[in-house]
Structures are given as structure tokens and as C-alpha cells.
């Protein structure tokens, strides 16, 4: 990185800046910075902060997309599920879904054909196939109502999702990128050779210099359009609501089920963090301007009602624990429905008359989001002298996930011989949000006192160290909604207590992080 001072503000200059911390930018920081770029992201608040926090925690192909001819979509996300099983072993699961056959809806001729699809479009190679299901004696049909006799079952994967962007985000700070938390883009204006970008940081204003600018804003990419580049896009996005609710374990096994609902919706129910079922998720346009989302009462009502429909025991809005909602910031493709508007992504590149470039990103779901970093950062290739190196995040495990798909059991045996006194639950936690950096976590203890203090569940202070030194964390809210989702077991006054703890000064990762391979 080239710095320098310029009217008395620091002046620095990267070959990319990406305004935006959710998966797409983080995503695509990693890719370009794995290449050789230096790379800037600006992310306003906390990674994961909005919509990447707030999916069906899903790496799937998306089966209904069939009925919208998303073949693309669908061959590139059943690719992408063992892709990503393989590169986070420790925040990736495969996960059998029961779809119980309804003979009011979709033909069960249709169900066998899409599966039979499911099964080949994306190279399956170690996820088991699909089998037909006799709900009267399979465990899978004890918590149905008497109605359903027969169904399938399937795979796709299970991802804690703002794990999966803060790994990202660490990976891509580890290859050299400069990433930054709280920090507002102020304006960012074309210059002949670079994009001028002031930018806000602790109350202080700087400028950042980048040869190539990717706008990854998410559900604000318009108003940074807009209000920040001042620039027009002929694309549209269309901001569509998904709602979740979180409540009491609603069956024994570890299957979860897909439900067809008479409005042509699908709702999930799934196993989550061992002692509650996670349902979603709802499609309701949104409205122009973003804001923090909430599950209305008619969203739980009707996602209540949707399982209930399935379910023996009726699921009521009284048994909620917990509810989420993000805002999707799907590409406007004229559907009439939001549940129809395509879950495909877009990627718009403005260099017209060999402008300095933007690169906008519309759309995208979690499960392609290395893909369209990839994309992006091709697409970028020509402004980026790096970039033109080979793809590489596709084996390049990220951090944690250096032990294959089948060896987590034996990461927790490593962990439970180096350190006998450790809990073995929480060995199992510890390795599946941290994989082999748990050790880092534990490093010098030589007894549970040796963790620090104790805040709530089974949360020490060694970990909250390691998240505010490693991960960005500054808040209780970091640490038990995005870092963990142990909020859910947490108490009014241990989460002020935790918050009161981090406010003290605790160590935070440095904003600035040096660079290899800067531009000069």
C-alpha cells in the first residue's frame, strides 16, 4: 500500500476497495487478496451484520428453483455444497431433508423427477442420494400428522452463515487485505487513475485511493449508488423479506424437513444449536429504503400455521423463542411474486469510455458466494494486474477447516488428549465454530480456571478474548448473535455483563492490516 499525506488527511492506495462486509465482499476481498491484490473493504458496521446473518443457514441447490428453469443457478449451487463442505469441515454439515409427499399439491411423479435432477445436475460425489421414504415406519414420519404416509429424503448442507463471513473476512486480512470494521464510505468519486473514497473511521476522515471500486452493499446497493458513487444503474433490486422463527426442539431425530404449502411456498424445519427447531422462512416484498427488519406478528402466524400443517403437535406464535429477519437483495426480474424473483446474482460492471470501474453486485444467495467472487474478480482482471492468477478458493481451506470432511471427531479427540480437564461439550462447540483454531483459544490453559471468567452458558473469557483480538468482535451482540448463537441461552443480565466486559478495553484486531504485495 502506497500512503501518503494530502491536505493533512492520510491518503492510501489500494488496487481494490469494496464497500461492504457481508459474504459477497468479504468473499470477493478474499479471492482478489489470495491472487496478489491489495485490497481495502469498508464495511460501516459489523461483518454479517445484515442479511448475511440472517438466511435458512442453508448450502443448497435450491430444488424449487427447478420450477423456475434456474438450471445454471441450480447446477452451480449443488456444485458449490460439497465445494464449501470441503473448505469449512468445521462450520459445513451435509443434512438429510424429508419431503413428505402431499397428494393435493405437486404430483409425486414431478418430486421423484426434480430429485432425479437434484441428484446429477451438480457432481454429487460423497453426499448420499436421494431414497423414497414410508413415513409409516421410518422415525421421520412419528412427528407427522396420520396423513402423510410417504416421501423422500435428500441432501444438501448446513452452514452457520456469519461464521462462514468473518472466516472470509479473517482469511482475506491473513492474504494481506486491509479489512476494516466501522468504517462509512462517505463519497467516493472517479478521478482519471482512481476511485477517491473518503471514508469515516472513529470519528476521523481519510481518504483511500483504489484502482477498481466493488459496490456489495447488499440490500443498499442502490443507495450507494445513488447517494455515495452518484452514479445510475439500468438494474433493479428488489428488496424481498425473509422472516425466521426459532422454538423448543420439535422432534428427536437430526433430520430436517422441507413442507409444501398450499400458496406454492416451501418452509423448512430444522434441527438447531441441539435443543430448538429453526422454521422459515417467509417472502414479502420489503419497500424501497432498508432499514432493521423485523418478523411481523402475521409472519409468525403464518409460518406457525405452515408447520402446523405437518406436524402433530401444533406449533403456536406463544412457543417463539427466538425470531430473525433480513432483507434479500434479490435482482429485479419482473416476477409478479417475490417468492418467484430469481435467487440468481448479477454483476455489473460500469468502464464506460475506459472509466476507473465499479462493479456492482446484485442478488446472490449464500451458497454461490465464491463463485461470484470469482466472477467478480474475472471480470475486474483487466484494472487488477493480480488478478489474473488461477482461481484458488475452491481447495484453500479456510481458516480452521485444515482437517477433512470426516476427521471433526478426531480435531475433538486432539483437543479432549491436550487438554483432559476440558469439557467435552464444549470441545465439540469450540471445534465446530473454530475448527483447529480452538487450540488457539486454549493455548497456555492448563485447567478450566486458567479460561478466565464465565459469563453465561459455557461463553470464558479466553474465547471473548480471541473474538475481540481476532474476529473484530466489540460487542455482546458480536459475540452471541454473529460470532456464536449462544444469545439463545443467555440472560438479560449476562449479556450486559458480557457488554460491559468488552466495553473495558479488552484487545481489538488492529483496523489497518499491513500489506503484501500493496500498489505503488
Not at 402433530?312 to 434479490?330: F, H
Not at 430469481?342 to 469510455?353: H, I, K, N
Request: hydrophobic share 40%; aromatic share 8%; glycine share 10%.
Amino acid at each position: 500500500m502506497d500512503a501518503r499525506a494530502r491536505d493533512g488527511i492520510r491518503d492510501e492506495i489500494y488496487d481494490l476497495a469494496i464497500i461492504g462486509g457481508g459474504v459477497n465482499g468479504c468473499g470477493i476481498a478474499r479471492d482478489a487478496a489470495g491472487r496478489g491484490a491489495s485490497v481495502v473493504l469498508l464495511e460501516q458496521g459489523d461483518f454479517a451484520g445484515a442479511t448475511s446473518s440472517a438466511s435458512t443457514k442453508l448450502i443448497h441447490g435450491g430444488l424449487r428453483y427447478l420450477e423456475h428453469y434456474e438450471f445454471r443457478l441450480v447446477h452451480e449451487a449443488l456444485a458449490e455444497r460439497e465445494v464449501l463442505w470441503g473448505i469449512a469441515p468445521h462450520i459445513v454439515r451435509p443434512l438429510r431433508f424429508v419431503l413428505p409427499h402431499h397428494a393435493g399439491l405437486r404430483p409425486a411423479w414431478l418430486l421423484r423427477l426434480g430429485l432425479f435432477l437434484y441428484d446429477h445436475l451438480g457432481g454429487r460425489r460423497r453426499l448420499p442420494a436421494t431414497r423414497a421414504l414410508d413415513l409409516t415406519r421410518d422415525p421421520a414420519g412419528r412427528p407427522l400428522r396420520e396423513g402423510y404416509r410417504r416421501g423422500f429424503e435428500y441432501s444438501d448442507c448446513w452452514v452457520e452463515d456469519s461464521r462462514l463471513v468473518v472466516l472470509n473476512a479473517l482469511d482475506a486480512a491473513e492474504r494481506g487485505a486491509d479489512i476494516r470494521r466501522g468504517a462509512r464510505v462517505v463519497s467516493a468519486q472517479r478521478e482519471p487513475e482512481f476511485w477517491r473514497i473518503e471514508v469515516e473511521e472513529d470519528g476521523a476522515r481519510h481518504l483511500v485511493h483504489a484502482r477498481a471500486l466493488v459496490n456489495a452493499a447488499g440490500p443498499w446497493v442502490h443507495e450507494v449508488l445513488a447517494h455515495v458513487l452518484r452514479a445510475n444503474s439500468p438494474a433493479n433490486v428488489r428488496l424481498v423479506q425473509g422472516s425466521h422463527i426459532v422454538v423448543p426442539r420439535l422432534y428427536e431425530h437430526d433430520r430436517a424437513y422441507i413442507f409444501q404449502n398450499a400458496d406454492g411456498r416451501i418452509i423448512f424445519a430444522i434441527p438447531y444449536e441441539h435443543d430448538f427447531t429453526l422454521i422459515g422462512t417467509t417472502d414479502r416484498d420489503y419497500g424501497s429504503t432498508p432499514g432493521k427488519p423485523v418478523a411481523s406478528a402475521e409472519e409468525i402466524a403464518y409460518l406457525c400455521a405452515a408447520a402446523s400443517e405437518y406436524f402433530k403437535a401444533p406449533v403456536t406464535p406463544d412457543q417463539v423463542v427466538w425470531t430473525y429477519s433480513g432483507v434479500r437483495p434479490l435482482y429485479d426480474d419482473g416476477a409478479s411474486k417475490a417468492q418467484e424473483a430469481t435467487r440468481d446474482y448479477v454483476l455489473e460492471l460500469d468502464d464506460v469510455d475506459g472509466r476507473v470501474p465499479v462493479l456492482s453486485v446484485f442478488g446472490g444467495k449464500i451458497t454461490t458466494y465464491r463463485r461470484l467472487a470469482e466472477h467478480a474478480v474475472q471480470k475486474l482482471a483487466p484494472y487488477l494486474p493480480a488478478a489474473g492468477k488461477a482461481s484458488w478458493t475452491g481447495t484453500a481451506p479456510l481458516p480452521g477447516g485444515d482437517f477433512a470432511v470426516t476427521d471433526q471427531p478426531r480435531v475433538v479427540g486432539q483437543i479432549l488428549r491436550a487438554h483432559p480437564w476440558l469439557d467435552e461439550r464444549l470441545a465439540r462447540r469450540l471445534v465446530v465454530a473454530y475448527g483447529t483454531r480452538a487450540m488457539r483459544i486454549l493455548d497456555g490453559a492448563r485447567s478450566a480456571g486458567d479460561l478466565g471468567r464465565v459469563f453465561g452458558a459455557d461463553l470464558t473469557e479466553a474465547e471473548v478474548r480471541y473474538l475481540m483480538r481476532e474476529e473484530w468482535a466489540r460487542t455482546a451482540e458480536d459475540v452471541l448473535w454473529r460470532r456464536s448463537k449462544l444469545g439463545l441461552r443467555f440472560t438479560a443480565e449476562e449479556t450486559a455483563a458480557l457488554d460491559a466486559f468488552m466495553a473495558q478495553g479488552a484487545p481489538h484486531r488492529a483496523a489497518s492490516t499491513p500489506l503484501k504485495g500493496a500498489a505503488q
